[in-house]
T-cell receptor, first 116, second 110 residues
Framework: DADVTQTPRNRITKTGKRIMLECSQT?????MYWYRQDPGLGLRLIYY???????NKGEISDGYSVSRQAQAKFSLSLESAIPNQTALYFC???????????????FGPGTRLTVL | RKEVEQDPGPFNVPEGATVAFNCTYS??????FFWYRQDCRKEPKLLMS???SGNEDGRFTAQLNRASQYISLLIRDSKLSDSATYLC???????????FGKGTMLLVSP
């Protein structure tokens, strides 16, 4: 079984709809992340969480919210979807880097979201 | 603005060729460096971490030059299966989040 899973894998929705993307992990990591990837723009960080009680905004958090329901679960919500939120969304997890800096991140398979 | 810069490519090479990718990063306080590989429409996967002394994993060699804020990846004896996008990844700002370069596409042909 995959260590990091995302549901749904594909979603088509309409402008103004609320949608939730879910991420679960069995790696036992405290740290979880949400990214979006757009052609030509690379991966951009939306939100991240270093433990259940910690939520931080990333580079592009406007229009998104998150919930860390448990160590293993981190959900991303689009309260009112708009077409420019059409993208490939990835969840990732990591451990704590004891030497400082950042530890390796492990990614889920992604959710392809289309907002019409 | 703090960034990770890569040549977008694509790099078109024949099987068996040696190819090198370069990456520059903007924050001298960065501590963690990685190369990730991403196949089309798939998730990024760790290829290798990059250490100050340089490191090698089979046909892949990564080097770090902190003074020049420069990272490289060398692939020897390219295989068709090496065709992918290679992402340079750094923790800018000295924080525990990672910043991804936009990637360099490699196409290996028979």
């Amino acid at each position: 079984d995959a260590d990091v899973t995302q549901t749904p894998r594909n979603r088509i929705t309409k402008t103004g709809k609320r949608i939730m993307l879910e991420c679960s992990q069995t790696k036992g990591h405290d740290r979880m992340y949400w990214y979006r990837q757009d052609p030509g723009l690379g991966l951009r960080l939306i939100y991240y969480s270093f433990d259940v009680k910690d939520i931080n905004k990333g580079e592009i958090s406007d229009g998104y919210s998150v919930s860390r329901q448990a160590q293993a679960k981190f959900s991303l919500s689009l309260e009112s979807a708009i077409p420019n939120q059409t993208a490939l969304y990835f969840c990732a997890t990591s451990d704590f880097a004891e030497s400082g800096g950042a530890d390796t991140q492990y990614f889920g398979p992604g959710t392809r979201l289309t907002v019409l | 603005r703090k960034e990770v810069e890569q040549d977008p490519g694509p790099f078109n090479v024949p099987e068996g060729a040696t190819v090198a990718f370069n990456c520059t990063y903007s924050n001298s306080a960065s501590q963690s460096f990685f190369w990730y590989r991403q196949d089309c429409r798939k998730e990024p996967k760790l290829l290798m971490s990059v250490y100050s002394s340089g490191n090698e994993d089979g046909r892949f060699t990564a080097q770090l030059n902190r003074a020049s804020q420069y990272i490289s990846l060398l692939i020897r004896d390219s295989k068709l299966s090496d065709s992918a996008t290679y992402l340079c990844v750094v923790n800018l700002e000295g924080y525990s989040t990672l910043t991804f370069g936009k990637g360099t596409m490699l196409l290996v042909s028979p």
